[in-house]
Antibody, heavy 116, light 108 residues
Framework: QVQLVESGGGLVKPGGSLRLSCAASGFTFSDYYMSWIRQAPGKGLEWVSYISSSGSTIYYADSVKGRFTISRDNAKNSLYLQMNSLRAEDTAVYYC?????????WGQGTLVTVSS | EIVLTQSPGTLSLSPGERATLSCRASQSVSSSYLAWYQQKPGQAPRLLIYGASSRATGIPDRFSGSGSGTDFTLTISRLEPEDFAVYYCQQYGSSPWRFGQGTKVEIK
């Protein structure tokens, strides 16, 4: 069955960096677009970034453009999100999701807290 | 950029009742690329409906989606206790993909 498992979240100071990972299994990872979606505490869902199956097409939300970098390693069935210059407003649960259009499978999420 | 507005913000209903949730787009959603998700507290969202009206794998037939262009509806024909949750619509027809702000379906 399809499984997505995020890791790498934690507490970081404003201006700091963090790298999130998502390990995928149960499907042919290299066939699918993948994405990161976040949810601030008590708030709605925000699309952060997505990457095409080959990595040639990438999208970033304006709120993270220039600070976050999405990447993937198809040989390792893994998705990554490098987050730099973190701000308090980046505090959220970050979900990894598979997107053949809509997000049909989601991980359980990893919490990123940006606070001094 | 397409903005999605969901209404109502909160829907208070009893088990067995019918729920009707609305999602209105600021521009036409191409090819009805509109999805609905359900989220329960502490859980990741779950895909319910894609392509405006197609149920995702394993979704009960009490959930149905309809609409096109700028007006979309999610209907839950008879609410079960496990259906009380927050529901989000999302368009994936044009970048940036966005979610609506959500509708909470609560027990009356």
């Amino acid at each position: 069955q399809v499984q997505l498992v995020e890791s790498g979240g934690g507490l970081v100071k404003p201006g700091g960096s963090l790298r999130l990972s998502c390990a995928a299994s149960g499907f042919t990872f290299s066939d699918y677009y993948m994405s990161w979606i976040r949810q601030a505490p008590g708030k709605g869902l925000e699309w952060v970034s997505y990457i095409s199956s080959s990595g040639s097409t990438i999208y970033y939300a304006d709120s993270v453009k220039g600070r976050f970098t999405i990447s993937r390693d198809n040989a390792k069935n893994s998705l990554y999100l490098q987050m730099n210059s973190l701000r308090a407003e980046d505090t959220a649960v970050y979900y990894c999701a598979r997107i053949p259009g809509p997000a049909d499978y989601w991980g359980q999420g990893t919490l990123v807290t940006v606070s001094s | 950029e397409i903005v999605l507005t969901q209404s109502p913000g909160t829907l208070s209903l009893s088990p067995g009742e019918r729920a009707t949730l609305s999602c209105r787009a600021s521009q036409s959603v191409s090819s009805s690329y509109l999805a609905w998700y359900q989220q329960k507290p502490g859980q990741a969202p779950r895909l319910l409906i894609y392509g405006a009206s197609s149920r995702a794998t394993g979704i009960p037939d009490r959930f149905s989606g309809s609409g096109s262009g700028t007006d979309f509806t999610l209907t839950i024909s008879r609410l079960e206790p496990e259906d009380f949750a927050v529901y989000y619509c999302q368009q994936y027809g044009s970048s940036p993909w966005r979610f609506g702000q959500g509708t909470k379906v609560e027990i009356k």
